[in-house]
């Protein structure tokens, strides 16, 4: 069952259309160096939303906004109900710049035991629990030892609780690490979604990942400041030539104002229109696309291996 931030546990069949596995209805992570790392506009975010619904059938957000990143889950409870869509919503620790004062610690138990908690008990006082763990995460090619920590202690609540993770690595860096501590800890691989694959060139990396029965996330299209979407497309194909749809997972990762329709950017039904239409036109058929726009998300949530 899909646990939602209204506290509806949705079955796989409910969700009859998209999945959007890495995105932020609100998030905060603003610094001196940048004052627009962030998602406030509510009003926004919801007219997308419905528009993605109504236009793309998109039928569940994964909001992977966890501590230390301006998560407001009562702000996002708000937003699915506004909009129609639901939400999950997450828990776990960032990269270590964004790790809140004293968190995850040193201690792997103690760090697990907290997660354990939110997720069993709610967030702060709103009776919200976190239906997944992430974005987890490092940010090079190596975790730092709080990295480490965090990511460990995810794998540990996760084989603990049922749920499933998702990572950040930056720039698809670390990836092969994470996968190694995060099974390391007791997590199948098939409940892993390791992040931003599509900001990283590195094909053998995407089919080590696939290989071992993890998800690949291809989650930034879209961010052409990145790396464009005709090359995410081509990475995209060679994964699928290899044999791997069932281990990709889509999705835009909105995460400041900037990237909002509203605000001039792509918005939420960029993955869901613009880019499936170029899947459709370089000949991927509509059982792989949903695979990769609904099943995989699905699979991967829950924890099952059935089609």
Known sequence: MIRTVTGH????????????????????LRTPTDAAAAVTDDAAVVAELRAARERHGLGLVVDLTCRGMGRDVRAVRSIAERSGVPVVVATGW?????????EPGGSVERAADLLVAEIEEGVAGTGVRPGVIGEVGS????????????LVAAGRAAAATGLSVATHAHLGQGALEQLDLLTGAGLPPHRISL??????????????????????????????????????????LDLLEAGHARRILLSNDISRDAYLAAHGGQGFGHVLGTFRRALAERGVDEPTLDLLYRANALRWLTGTEES
């Open 195 to 236: 992040g931003h694959q599509d900001l990283s060139a590195d094909t053998r990396q995407h089919r080590a990942l696939a290989e071992a029965g993890a998800y690949v996330a291809f989650d930034t299209v879209g961010k052409a400041s990145y790396r464009s979407d005709a090359d995410r497309l081509a990475a995209l």
């Open 94 to 102: 960032y990269y270590e710049r964004f790790h809140p004062g004293g």
């Open 139 to 150: 940010h090079g090619p190596a975790a730092t030892p709080a990295e480490r920590t965090g």
């Open 9 to 28: 546990r949705m079955a796989p069949a409910e969700v009859a259309g998209a999945v959007l596995a890495h995105e932020h209805l609100r998030i905060d």
